[in-house]
């Protein structure tokens, strides 16, 4: 789904940096999402937005934060990069549904290494 | 937490047989298990969800059961192809109150199919 947009796509930064990572999406979603992949260990979710405004940590939400100031966009971000947080990165976005599944649709990825 | 299982985390298969990866989990209140797949350099997406009140699902070659009892859901791959070939999540959704969902992923199971 091209609705779902990621900046950047590939990101390489040196320890210590501030990054941000932009998510954007067209879907009308209210529900936003960030998880990080690393090989052997699947996606684990960093944190999740219900609506503007509203923020929840996920299971690895330590050194991250994010921004939810649109309905539209919601932002990663790592205040102080450490080579561990080398990772592929992807937002994801599901409808607002009461009491019933809604699938989550994932952007691209952005690809992020810490020097 | 919701801990969920994922078996095998690779698997080799003619082009024709059936491919079957297992998944387990840990929370009763989860209720919702969608599977994803996630080519080389792509985004997951997702190929089957099945309910907790239904035990067996079934789209062309690919089919999910669920034991609910046993904690123990399957993704089943029939006449496979090529094309099949690829990463392959489990997940484990609980419902969240307000309407949105919260996923917990296996680790993956990487899927080749032989010519």
């Known amino acids: 789904d091209a609705d779902v947009t990621q900046t950047p796509r590939n990101r390489i930064t040196k320890t210590g940096k501030r990054i941000m990572l932009e998510c954007s999406q067209t879907?009308?979603?209210?529900?936003m999402y960030w998880y990080r992949q690393d090989p052997g260990l699947g996606l684990r979710l960093i944190y999740y937005s219900f609506d503007v405004k509203d923020i929840n940590k996920g299971e690895i939400s330590d050194g991250y934060s994010v921004s939810r100031q649109a309905q539209a966009k919601f932002s990663l971000s790592l205040e102080s990069a450490i080579p561990n947080q080398t990772a592929l990165y992807f937002c994801?976005?599901?409808?607002?549904?009461?009491?019933?599944?809604?699938?989550?649709?994932f952007g691209d990825g952005t690809r992020l290494s810490i020097l | 937490g919701e801990n969920v299982e994922q078996h095998p985390s690779t698997l080799s298969v003619q082009e024709g047989d059936s491919a079957v990866i297992k998944c387990t989990y840990s929370d009763s209140a989860s209720n919702y298990f969608p599977w994803y797949k996630q080519e080389l350099g792509k985004r997951p997406q997702l190929i089957i969800d099945i309910r907790s009140n239904v035990g067996e699902k079934k789209d062309q070659r690919i089919a999910v059961t669920l034991n609910k009892t046993a904690k123990h859901f399957s993704l089943h791959i029939t006449e496979t192809q090529p094309e099949d070939s690829a990463v392959y999540f489990c997940?484990?959704?609980?419902?969240?109150?307000?309407?949105?969902?919260?996923?917990?992923f296996g680790t993956g199971t990487q899927l080749k199919v032989e010519l």
């Open positions: 994801a976005t599901s409808a607002k549904g009461q009491g019933a599944f809604q699938p989550q649709h």
């Open positions: 879907k009308g979603h209210d529900r």
């Open positions: 997940a484990a959704c609980r419902v969240l109150t307000g309407g949105g969902n919260k996923l917990t």
